[in-house]
Structure formats: C-alpha cells, structure tokens
C-alpha cells in the first residue's frame, strides 16, 4: 500500500507534510521486511536533525534498523503509543503506527523526496 497524498524515502521512511510540520513514519514495504516489530526507540523531542540523519532505531524479532528523517527539523511530537505498542507500526504504519512530528527546517526539501509513483517504481525495480 502507497499513499498519494505522503512523500518517501528510497529508505522506505514516508513523511506527511501538513503546514510547517512533517509527520514521519516507515512504509508499509519496510514493515513487511522487519515483520514484528516489538521495540521503537524513540527520538527525543527537541532533538534538530538534518534530512537522512537517524531519527530512531526498530527492533523487530528478525532485525533491528535504524530509521532516518527524511526532512530536517526539530522533533517537536512522538507518538508515545509506541512505547507500550509498538506492533502499531505492522498494523497501521500510515496511521497509528507513525513516529515523530518534526517541525520543517525548509519545505523546500520536500523536492528531494519520492513521489508516491516513483516510490511504487522504485519498489518495482527491487523485485
């Protein structure tokens, strides 16, 4: 599953920008290779990173991975759900299961970004 309306990574992160905020999560194809998740070490809020840097790490039985921005900003929200239910990220990774609002540096970045279709090209050419 790949939403329009979100931006991606070719590291699978998404990034739903609304205003001055980007909501960040991983993408539905990078759930489905970590399997069950049962562990997200969240970022600090407050915490400046610049796009591509490690925003988190997630631990699922099969692997852990290291999570990255795809927008520079300041972490100003995370979704503390995670701490005690961190299979939210298998279950809804648009929805429930996102990790961190962060506050945009520069929209502008958003350019750098994958559009839905050429997420869904970039996947295709992983096959």
Known sequence: MILDELYYT???EWVRVEGEKGTVGITDFAQSELQ??????????GKK????????SIDSVK???????PVSGEVIEVNEKL?????????????????????LADSNEISNLLSAKEYEE???GEK
């Open 83 to 103: 701490s005690s239910e961190p299979e939210l990220v298998n279950k809804d990774p648009y929805g429930e299961g996102w990790i961190a609002i962060v506050k």
């Open 36 to 45: 069950d998740i049962v562990y997200v070490e969240l970022p600090e809020v």
């Open 10 to 12: 070719k590291s699978h």
């Open 122 to 124: 970039m996947l295709e």
């Open 49 to 56: 990173l610049k796009a591509g840097e490690v925003l988190c």
């Open 63 to 69: 692997s852990s991975a290291e999570i990255y921005t």
